[in-house]
């Protein structure tokens, strides 16, 4: 079974830094491009962030660029977000995302709430 499962949300205070991971299982994760996308409350989906399949590639959405860093560990089948000096329009549920044997897959996601 493909399953995505995210890691690592709570409540941060504004400036202060948190680390998300995806741990993906049931398919060879080394294969696929995957992406963090985030949802706010009472928005549509936002893309955050990608990265290539051998990580050496990476893209941002402008709204978290310089201050979030994704990254992964084929190895550790897993996927990283790092978020630093974290904003209140940061907050969100945060879900990894990749499409997997053509398939749109999801994770069940991570609350990220940022707040003082």
């Known amino acids: 079974e493909v399953q995505l499962v995210e890691s690592g949300g709570g409540l941060v205070q504004p400036g202060g830094s948190l680390r998300l991971s995806c741990v993906a299982s049931g398919f060879a994760f080394g294969l696929y491009t995957m992406n963090w996308v985030r949802q706010a409350p009472g928005k549509g989906l936002e893309w955050v962030a990608d990265i290539s399949n051998g990580g050496r590639s990476t893209s941002y959405a402008d709204s978290v660029k310089g201050r979030f860093t994704i990254s992964r560990d084929n190895f550790a089948n897993t996927l990283y977000l790092q978020m630093n000096s974290l904003k209140p329009e940061d907050t969100a549920v945060y879900y990894c995302?990749?499409?997997?044997?053509?398939?749109?897959?999801w994770g069940q996601g991570t609350q990220v709430t940022v707040s003082s």
């Open positions: 995302n990749g499409r997997i044997r053509m398939r749109d897959t």
